[in-house]
């Protein structure tokens, strides 16, 4: 006797997994029906598209779920008409939208058409912001994310059903629904965080010398992978910062407001160094600098808005006080 389909129709499915409410029958059922055709797969990867394409510029445009959904069905005759012809093929994805490439449920591997069989090896999920963006998303258990400029996480399909681990290059800012049966992981080359349910904001760009982890609310748990040490806890309102080259991890008090300032489209420098704060231009505005050493020991203290100001606007306020200078040439900033 076949056994009764929990889901009706594939959009169901779908919703279901973005709101985390996918069991694991389920989840492979969604897998399977991506496989059956290419048409299948661009359409899942469509409508995954559409619905975490909130904020991708950071200026609060977002899909409403009913338009998204809207969408779901408006696409599924279009998929349904390509599915028609099933031949053999193999390929490969890689998306780059303007703030953010989205791969979901995306099959690597290849479908052959008559008794060959299906190889099921799948993608994992990456979310990226570029440089000179921010990107806002939710992820399948409803953890809120804003991913800083130039920065990537990239996690499995079982998120939320088998772990809830996500890898991290870069800056982000995260609000973590409660889940007491699978806690929350973030992991980086150097350090891994686990919380079940908190707001804290990570930064840890590749070119950076520090990673740094500032807590807004719950507790988290740092284990240092550079060096042998405790687990290192962290409570509301503290800030770790990890030496890279040393290895050496430092907790200390601090007020975090302005940690994920970024977020909210701001610029925030407290007595930060110039070569910091050139990093950060960089990535906020896609642009080029370059410091001269005299100048990288020195800290500025600022506010500033992304969207209203342009990076020249910055760097002449920057300039007023009459410690540094800066000019354009060859299609780079120089700070001297």
Known sequence: MQKERKYTNIDELIASYLSGKLDKEALVELKRWSMESEANRAYVRNQLEIWFSSGVLGDGTSFSKDKAF??????????EEEQ????????????????VILILLLPLGAYWQGKETVKHTFADMIVEAPLGARTKLYL???????LNAGSRIVYSQ?????????????????????????????????????????????????????????????????NNRLKNMATLYLAPQEKMVLNKRTGIMKRSKTNV??????SRNELFFDEELLEDIAKKLMRSYNAEIEVADSLK????YGSFKIIGNTIDEVLQTIASTNRMKYRHENDKYILY
Do not use: H
């Not at 407001?257 to 970024?262: G, R, S």
């Open 70 to 79: 809207d969408l779901f069905k408006q696409r599924m005759a279009k998929a």
């Open 84 to 99: 028609k012809q099933v031949r053999r093929f193999s390929w490969k994805i890689v998306y780059r939208v303007a703030a």
């Open 140 to 146: 399948p258990d409803g953890t809120l994310v804003w």
């Open 158 to 222: 079982g998120f939320g059903v088998d772990d809830r681990k996500i890898c991290l290059e870069g800056e982000g800012y995260f609000e973590v629904t409660k889940n007491e049966k699978i806690p929350f992981e973030v992991k980086t080359k150097e350090l891994n965080l686990k919380v079940l349910g908190t707001k804290f904001n990570f930064k840890n760009y590749a070119e950076d010398e520090e990673v740094t982890v500032n807590l807004m609310e719950g507790k988290v748990a740092l």
């Open 257 to 262: 407001e302005y940690a994920n300032a970024w």
């Open 297 to 300: 020991n020195k800290r500025f």
